[in-house]
Structure formats: C-alpha cells, structure tokens
C-alpha cells in the first residue's frame, strides 16, 4: 500500500510568485494534516481536514496560504505570494481517525529566494 | 504558551550501546506523548506513544518514560544500531487532539560501528 505521497519534493521560487504544493494521503484516510518546518525552528501544525472540511486551520500563518481538499481526496496548499520566511519543509500527514497514529509524507522543501 | 523541548540538540553513540534521548514539555494537559523518527529525505516516523495516565511503555528495543511530576520524557533505545541514526522528535498533544502535535525541536542521534 502507498504511504503519503507529497509533491513536488523540492520547489525553489522567487519571492512573490505563487506555488502549489499536493498531498495524496493513504487511500481511505479521512483524516488529513498539514505541518511546516521553518529553518531552525521545530515542526509547527497548520491545519486539519476531515474529508473535504476543514476540522482546523489555527495553525495557518496567514492568509496567503490556503489549503483545499475537494472532494476529500488529495490536498493543495498554495501560497500566494510567497515570501523568503515561508521557506522550510512543508510535511503532509494522514490518518483513519482522528485518535490514530499519523503517516506522514516526505515533505516538500520549499525554497523562496 | 505552549512549548516541547528538548535537553540535547545532538547524541553521538557506540553502536550495541543503550541511547536515552530527553525532552521537556510544558502542557500538563496532554494526553499523549510520541517520539517520532525521521531519517534524512523522509517523513517523520511513529516510533511509540505513551498516555499521559502511564508513565512507561516498552516497544521493540524502545522505551518511553514519562515523568509528569518535572514533566519530562524520554526514549530509550537498546542495544543501538547503525540505522537508528535519525533526528528523533518528540511531541505532545497539547489541548487540541492526537495529530494536532507540538513538537520539539529534535535531537540528532549519530551511531558510531
């Protein structure tokens, strides 16, 4: 069975343009989580969806960023514009459950210069 | 605020000796406490968990101690191997549910043959 797949694995971009990043979470996990890791700092929750809701968004930092999960599949996470503080490792996680253990992806590095 | 942090930034060890790695946290209010791994071009990993009514579990030559009176938590690995090496993680559950994680800032386990 595929874990959680993330795309692209790298993404460099100039500061001000517009990236879109994809999650595919394990098949049948409703569950589904966004975690950045910006330099030097520890992993930091950005939202939850159920399905194609959203259970969560405290984390999201501000509203250039927005996630979408339609029809409660895969996930994207855009930002628009980007800035060079919105550089790090973005990881996707999932789950069956929302008490279950969680499977993450491999991230994707975001590098905004 | 709310914060998980841990005492070493990096641990290097003798393979075949025990490794303990510490971690602080500040949010008596979790439920769960879990160590992850993450290898170098990967996801974090589950490793164990531990509840916050318990204050040890033992996993496959892993054991997590909790000690909520100082609230402090460890991972002790046996007999360590080359492929322990990692960054492990730990994270708490804070007040918002099982995969909405506060995580720490990491400690990098090197393995020496």
């Known amino acids: 069975e595929a874990g959680v797949t993330q795309f692209p694995s790298h993404s460099v971009i100039e500061k001000g343009q517009t990236v879109t990043l994809r999650c595919d979470p394990i098949s049948g996990h409703d569950n589904l989580y966004w975690y950045r890791r910006v330099m030097g700092k520890e992993i930091k929750f950005l939202l939850h969806?159920?399905?194609?809701?959203?259970?969560?968004e405290s984390g999201m930092p501000n509203n250039r960023f927005l996630a979408e999960r339609t029809g409660g599949t895969y996930s994207t996470l855009k930002v628009q514009p980007a800035e060079l503080e919105d550089s790090g490792v973005y990881f996707c996680?999932?789950?069956?459950?929302?008490?279950?253990?969680?499977?993450f992806g491999q991230g994707t590095r975001l590098t905004v210069v | 605020g709310e914060s998980v942090g841990l005492h070493l930034p990096t641990l290097s060890v003798q393979e075949g000796d025990n490794s303990i790695i510490n971690c602080a946290y500040s949010?008596?209010?979790?439920?769960?406490f879990i160590w992850y791994k993450q290898e170098s071009g990967k996801g974090p990993q589950f490793i164990i968990d531990?509840?916050?009514?318990?204050d040890k579990r033992q996993g496959q030559r892993v054991t997590v101690l909790l000690n909520k009176t100082v609230k402090h938590l460890s991972l002790q690995i046996a007999a360590t191997q080359p492929g322990d090496s990692a960054v492990y993680f730990c994270a708490e559950t804070g007040s918002g549910g099982y995969n909405k994680l506060i995580f720490g800032a990491g400690t990098r386990l090197a393995v020496h043959p």
């Open positions: 949010n008596s209010a979790s439920d769960y």
């Open positions: 969806f159920v399905k194609e809701s959203k259970q969560d």
């Open positions: 531990i509840r916050s009514n318990m």
């Open positions: 996680a999932s789950s069956s459950g929302v008490n279950t253990e969680a499977f």
